[in-house]
């Protein structure tokens, strides 16, 4: 009896063990070979979980049960953030609090968020992972420092005839801290 599992089918947690019904158990091939394979299977795919310790046969039944607990996201915190919006960080993340953390999405979130242009990216680790309030808990923190997101640029030119022309250009990658962009573009000449 294969329990604690949501992401990935007890059919093919069963198929991963060398353990089967109406044998007579070998703790080795259990704890050495089984869980190893379970919990690799669980790595291969993303995502961080283990067999717990109550791992056994029930006395009563005679069946060996097999819980397995899938560490889950209780929080998803942004800091060094200063003018841009948590918000717009959370927006482009599919982990959310209560998904089983996944390390393939969050490396995938973690892109999307650099994508957008708005952070410089400082340390081979864009994020954090720390305990939660209870066991099977984490938190991720993802630390972000913000870019120079504004520009200023001025042109002046003269010619014989145009006489004086100008250009002045305003631009901005992350307005009101929301990562929109806005561009203000004025021209004059001398007609």
Same mark, same amino acid.
């Given at each position: 009896?294969?329990?604690?599992?949501?992401? %990935? $089918?007890? !059919?093919?947690?069963?198929?991963?063990?060398?353990? /089967?019904?109406?044998?007579?158990?070998?703790?080795?091939?259990?704890?050495?070979?089984?869980?190893? &394979? %379970? !919990? #690799?299977?669980?790595?291969? +795919?993303?995502?961080? &979980?283990?067999?717990?310790?109550?791992?056994?046969?029930? $006395?009563?039944?005679?069946?060996?049960?097999? $819980?397995?607990?899938?560490?889950? %996201?209780?929080?998803? =915190?942004?800091?060094?953030? @200063?003018?841009?919006?948590?918000?717009?960080?959370?927006? +482009?993340?599919?982990?959310?609090?209560?998904?089983? *953390?996944?390390?393939?999405?969050? *490396? /995938?979130?973690?892109?999307?968020?650099?994508?957008?242009?708005?952070?410089?990216?400082?340390? &081979?680790?864009?994020?954090?992972?720390?305990?939660? /309030?209870?066991?099977? =808990?984490?938190?991720?923190?993802? $630390?972000?420092? !913000?870019?120079?997101?504004? #520009?200023?640029?001025?042109?002046?030119?003269? /010619?014989?005839?145009?006489?004086?022309?100008?250009? #002045? @250009? %305003?631009? +901005?990658?992350?307005?009101?801290?929301? &990562?929109?962009?806005?561009?203000?573009?004025? !021209?004059?000449?001398?007609?």
């Amino acid at each position: 009896s294969i329990t604690g599992n949501t992401v %990935i $089918p007890t !059919e093919k947690l069963q198929t991963l063990l060398r353990t /089967s019904v109406g044998t007579v158990l070998n703790t080795n091939t259990l704890l050495q070979q089984d869980v190893k &394979a %379970i !919990e #690799a299977y669980y790595e291969k +795919e993303g995502y961080a &979980a283990y067999v717990t310790e109550e791992i056994g046969i029930d $006395p009563q039944t005679g069946v060996l049960k097999i $819980p397995i607990m899938e560490i889950k %996201i209780e929080d998803v =915190k942004v800091t060094g953030n @200063k003018k841009t919006k948590s918000e717009v960080v959370l927006r +482009e993340m599919r982990q959310r609090p209560g998904d089983v *953390y996944n390390m393939k999405t969050l *490396y /995938s979130d973690i892109q999307r968020i650099y994508d957008l242009n708005i952070f410089q990216l400082e340390g &081979a680790v864009p994020y954090k992972t720390e305990p939660g /309030s209870d066991v099977g =808990k984490v938190n991720i923190v993802i $630390p972000v420092k !913000e870019k120079q997101t504004g #520009a200023v640029t001025l042109g002046l030119g003269y /010619s014989s005839r145009q006489k004086l022309v100008g250009q #002045a @250009k %305003i631009s +901005e990658d992350n307005f009101r801290g929301r &990562a929109q962009r806005v561009n203000l573009l004025w !021209e004059q000449s001398g007609y």
